[in-house]
């Protein structure tokens, strides 16, 4: 593959963490070679332990590897960006700012003024079904409201990719399936990169152009799942019953718990 069609290239990457209590170093993946493709939705998927917030971490320029490289547009991370955004499972909203406040945070940060401010965060709490929210204040918000702040405030930023990280696992399943819905509906018209990382397997099958499953720790890629099912599709009410969608999850599931051989 040439190095121009990817937009994030990982090559070998190795990345370890110290633990806090006992000092002892702990490699999170190794020899994980990725490539993310401009404007797909990839997700990644594995067992717990195999590094998939490591990934995200090593992307959004949090950690530095202990090996390998990490390179976007043919340059090497090495560090946060803006041109990366980050959506974590903590909203991380600011509870004693509007809603419209919290979203246009880091354009205050980068010295945009407040009536641009204003426009650029009500554009995307429309996009995100938030415009009646505007002026209210975290503690009045549902947890799926909260969750829709966090996204409209990565947009807000203008990022060229977006990185989530167990975005939705707070949330009841009812409320996980509608923010499933609406952030595929956000990023149709935004087409950033993305990459999501999940534990569910159902969820990166129905978000995902691409679904990468790590083996266990240290992670590394074991396979790459294409999902042929059209983005029109792309609806709880005629997915839950389609047949392809359904070989597809049970493909990935398999691939996680290590049963691909048996199922081959």
Known sequence: MPATTA??????????YVNGESGERHLAVAGLDLDILPNEFLCVVGPSGCGKSTLISAIAGFMKPKGGS?????????????????????YALLPWKTIRDNVGLGLKFKGVGSAERDRVA????????????????PHELSGGMKQRAAVARTLANAPEVMLLDEPFAAVDAQTR??????????????????LFVTHSVEEAVFLADRVAVLTPGPGRVKEIVDIPIARERRQWASLDADPLFSRLRDRVMHLVRGLDRAAA
């Open 7 to 16: 937009k994030i290239r990982i090559s070998d990457l190795a990345m370890e």
């Open 177 to 194: 399936m509608t923010l499933q819905e609406e952030l595929l509906r956000v990023w149709e018209e935004s087409r950033l990169t993305a």
């Open 70 to 90: 990490v390179v976007m547009d043919d340059r090497p991370i090495t560090g946060p960006g803006a041109d990366r955004g980050v959506v974590f499972q903590e």
């Open 122 to 137: 009500d554009r995307f709490l429309h996009l995100t079904g938030l415009a009646a929210a505007a002026h209210k204040y």
